[in-house]
């Protein structure tokens, strides 16, 4: 394994134990066996290092979800299976590379939903990404809402928090905007 993949993996043990801030560089590098000045040549600092976790990070099915309502439990089930890491990340300096990564996820997984729907031939592929944009933006923060401010997190509640929305909001937007075009 690369130097830098051991020590994303090594940081993301520790992440599991003890908070961000209580990791330093010297511990991450001994776990690892390597010196400073290895971590240094690949990382600028333990946040640089946190980036390449989460562009590592898959979220196990997302790529089948065929709805947005399969699309928030394949991310809550990864939540889950990485919970003390996720909770380690949220409450640190390093939380918006755990939302950047949701939004991420939201995005590609909507931008697939969408081309799915034969409706969205109609529209152009701008038209696309500002109604994928605009969903992925709200759904994105409340998932990370959800998971930062909820006491006793379980699936239900997080989909209670996204019930004012449609189930089937991608495609009724599509509809809205080829119905608009059309009058």
Do not use: W
Request: charged fraction near 25%; aromatic fraction near 12%.
């Amino acid at each position: 394994m690369k130097t830098e993949h051991r020590l994303a993996a090594a940081l993301k043990e520790m992440l599991a134990k003890v908070p961000l801030e209580s990791i330093s560089v010297t511990a991450l590098s001994d776990r690892c066996e390597v010196s400073r000045k290895t971590f240094y040549y690949h990382f600028h600092d333990i946040y640089d290092l946190l980036t390449l976790v989460f562009l590592n990070e898959k979220v196990d099915g997302v790529q089948s979800a065929k709805t947005p309502t399969e699309v928030l439990t394949k991310i809550f089930e990864y939540y889950k299976k990485n919970d003390k890491f996720i909770d380690a990340t949220i409450n640190s300096a390093g939380r918006d590379l755990f939302h950047e990564f949701v939004y991420n996820v939201c995005y590609q997984s909507f931008m697939r939903i969408v081309n799915l729907n034969p409706e969205s031939k109609k529209i152009s592929l701008n038209e696309k990404k500002s109604i994928v944009r605009f969903y992925t933006a709200g759904y994105a923060h409340a998932i990370v809402f959800y998971l930062t401010n909820a006491k006793n997190k379980n699936l239900e509640m997080l989909k209670l928090s996204l019930s004012f929305l449609d189930p089937d909001f991608l495609h009724l937007a599509i509809v809205d905007l080829v119905n608009g075009k059309t009058k």
